[in-house]
Structures are given as C-alpha cells and as structure tokens.
C-alpha cells in the first residue's frame, strides 16, 4: 500500500529536549514536505527537500532541521524545542512540487 | 498580506444543498491549484487539480480558477454528511518549489 509514516503520532516534551520525527514514504517521490498546521494560520511549510542532499526552507523554518541522506526518509529535528513549536506536523510526499502531495497521518507535538 | 487567503467558516449546510468555498491569492505566478480535504485528526487527501485558468468536474465536484480576478472555488453539488470536513485550497507557481495553502474551510452537512 502507497503510504506516507510518522512517528511518532502523539508527543508531548519539555523544552529544550531534542527530538526528532520521522518521516517514510514508499512511492519513490522525489519530493518531500513538513508542514504544521495551526489553528487560523492553516498549513504552512517549514522545509521541502527536492531529492537525496537536496533540501531547502520553507515559510517557517526557525527552530527546525531536517536532512535526506536517503530518497524514502525525511526526518524533522527540533534541536531545542519551545512552547510556540506546539503544533500539529505532517509530512508529504510528491513526485514534484506542482503536483498531489500525499500526508502522512500526522504528528502531534506539544512542548511544556 | 498572506499569499492566499480563505475564509475559515464554519459553514454549515442542510444535505443537498449546493456548497461553494473561494479562495483568493496575491501571487499572480500560481499556476497550479489544488483543493484538498481533511478529516478530522486526519492528514489532508487530494481532491480536486487544475492547471491554469477553467473549470474542471469531477462528481459532484466542481474547481473553477480565475486568474484575472485571482480567485478559486470549490463548488460541492448535492452535499451529503459525508463531505463535513475541512476544505482546503492550495497553490503552487510555475517556478519554485514552495508550496502553499489557505487556512481551510470547516464544513458540517447537517442530515
């Protein structure tokens, strides 16, 4: 089955512990996405990454790493995550940026 | 100015009735538009794809793009309970590799 994972689904830390969230896709999609959603402010894109090594930011990066050493993995890392990172998290992948991205079901993180 | 715009609702409808959800954009380079929905505690799925300017139908869905007024909508014919969710618009240039999307419209169809 096509599919988009994360892990974990549910995540509550303090701040400043690191952490990270993985991402897999199975559909050999070149492109990849993390987003977070918040209420009123919708969908918005923290980093993108167009293949292996390829990577750059999106709307929103403060705060966030990622890295793709392999075309199916796009881990998201909170070095030192706050308060104001809690947040809904969901990972996409697409053949290409102008075309249907496929989410993952979804992270939900919250920061104490 | 946010560079697309969507009025968050919520909408609230009798099964039927016919929906219609807009969005607005400020980026006269978007070329692709998209509409997705979201269920509750669930990731956004693709609904609806359009290149450019015009109509497209699929079902009881139909994405109409004006680029001159920079404007799109999601017309949803003969709405059931099933479509309650949350609507999403979503746009990408010709060039760049961002991309992006309005806050979303929550839509409840009442049986």
């Known amino acids: 089955e096509a599919q988009v994972t994360q892990n974990p689904r549910y995540l509550i830390t303090v701040t400043g512990k690191k952490l990270t969230v993985t991402c897999s896709q199975n559909?050999?999609?070149?492109?990849m996405s993390w987003y977070r959603q918040d209420p009123g402010l919708g969908l918005r894109q923290i980093y993108y990454?167009?293949?292996?090594?390829?990577?750059d930011k999106g709307d929103v990066p403060e705060g966030y790493k990622v890295s793709r050493k392999e075309k199916r993995n796009f881990p998201l890392i909170l070095e030192s995550p706050s308060p104001n990172q809690t947040s809904l998290y969901f990972c996409?992948?697409?053949?290409?940026?102008?075309?249907?991205?496929?989410f993952g079901p979804g992270t939900r993180l919250t920061v104490t | 100015q946010k560079e697309v715009e969507q009025d968050p609702g919520p909408l609230s409808v009798p099964e039927g009735a016919i929906v219609s959800l807009n969005c607005t954009y400020s980026?006269?380079?978007?070329?692709?538009f998209m509409w997705y929905r979201q269920y509750s505690r669930k990731g956004p799925e693709l609904l609806m794809y359009?290149?450019?300017?015009g109509n497209k139908e699929d079902g009881r869905f139909t994405a109409q793009v004006d680029k001159s007024s920079k404007y799109i909508s999601l017309f949803i014919r003969d709405s059931q309970p099933s479509d309650s969710a949350t609507y999403l618009c979503?746009?990408?240039?010709?060039?760049?590799?961002?991309?992006?999307f309005g806050t979303g419209t929550s839509l409840t169809v009442i049986p």
């Open positions: 979503a746009m990408s240039p010709n060039t760049g590799n961002q991309f992006y």
């Open positions: 559909m050999n999609h070149e492109y």
């Open positions: 359009t290149y450019s300017s």
């Open positions: 990454s167009m293949n292996v090594e390829v990577t």
């Open positions: 996409a992948s697409s053949t290409g940026p102008r075309y249907e991205q496929y």
């Open positions: 980026n006269s380079a978007f070329q692709y």
